[in-house]
T-cell receptor, first 108, second 115 residues
């Protein structure tokens, strides 16, 4: 079983829709959690950290459930510019593991 | 300011040739350093990481090796490249502990094609 697993995707959604990404991690000792965004052939960029209390940044909301070892990302009112691959990331003792990513296509 | 340099940007190498990719970080000390590989259409695979000079953790058995001869220098090497070594190689660094906020900074990557 992979340490970080995400929805396989791709997701094709119309502009303005709400999109939800799911991620699970296998090691309960994992300490910190993030969502990164990667555009084609570019390096990943941090979208947001994920806290147990949940956190929001504009149209983006991240949630963490440590008991279920589950992380989510919600994008509201999606824009064409949101098209990218979304990567779930877990840090366990300085070992930073990326999920395979979920590709998102926003359709005009 | 803190920056990361990774070179070259692209590399075409024949099978069986050696490889050396270098990554250096400026503007910080004692960073954690990482090498990832991304095959075409695939996710980022952690290859090596280092929490200090001379300390290397290997994640995937393969014909690659890594070294950290200086605090801010991380080198990825191979004695003989395989076709399967083709991919997008990314170096990244993580600042020393900053409480709840952690951000992994990436180099711009090296696209390696083994022919």
């Amino acid at each position: 079983r992979k340490e970080v697993e995400q929805d396989p995707g791709p997701f094709n959604v119309p502009e303005g829709a709400t999109v939800a990404f799911n991620c699970t991690y296998s090691n309960s000792a994992s300490q910190s959690f993030f969502w990164y965004r990667q555009d084609c052939r570019k390096e990943p960029k941090l979208l947001m950290s994920v806290y147990s209390s949940g956190n929001e940044d504009g149209r983006f909301t991240a949630q963490l459930n440590r008991a279920s070892q589950y992380i989510s990302l919600l994008i509201r009112d999606s824009k064409l510019s949101d098209s990218a691959t979304y990567l779930c990331v877990v840090n366990r003792d300085d070992k930073i593991i990326f999920g395979k990513g979920t590709r998102l296509h926003i359709l005009p | 300011s803190q920056t990361i340099h990774q070179w070259p940007a692209t590399l075409v190498q024949p099978v069986g040739s050696p490889l050396s990719l270098e990554c250096t970080v400026e503007g910080t000390s004692n960073p954690n350093l990482y090498w990832y590989r991304q095959a075409a259409g695939r996710g980022l695979q952690l290859l090596f990481y280092s929490v200090g000079i001379g300390q290397i953790s290997s994640e995937v058995p393969q014909n690659l090796s890594a070294s950290r001869p200086q605090d801010r220098q991380f080198i990825l090497s191979s004695k003989k490249l395989l076709l399967s070594d083709s991919g997008f190689y990314l170096c990244a660094w993580l600042p020393p502990r900053q409480g709840d906020y952690e951000k992994l900074f990436f180099g711009s990557g090296t696209q390696l094609s083994v022919l």
